[in-house]
């Protein structure tokens, strides 16, 4: 999977969010769903958290092509 369809991917996992909140007792029930923006932060961090678990590298030297992956899917949801 390109970096851009997967960045698609995750953006669209989070847009299709919803949660509930039902309080105990009473009829009320509230459903939210995710703005594009959040949904948008929400893919960044879920990466950030996948690039962050990756070790830093000694060197230029030193690349790791799944980092490199995971940092162009970030580009690619800052662009959506």
Known sequence: MTPKEKAKE??????NV???DIIIGTLWEV??????SSAKQCA???VDE????????????DI????EY???VKQEIEKL
Not at 10 to 15: P, W
Not at 64 to 67: A, E, F, L, T, V
């Open 10 to 15: 995750i953006y669209n996992t989070m847009l």
């Open 18 to 20: 919803n949660s509930h």
């Open 31 to 36: 459903e939210y769903e995710m703005s594009e």
């Open 44 to 46: 960044l961090i879920c």
């Open 50 to 61: 996948i690039i962050n678990t990756y070790p830093t590298p000694w060197s230029s030297l």
């Open 64 to 67: 790791d092509p799944q980092k």
């Open 70 to 72: 995971w940092q162009e």
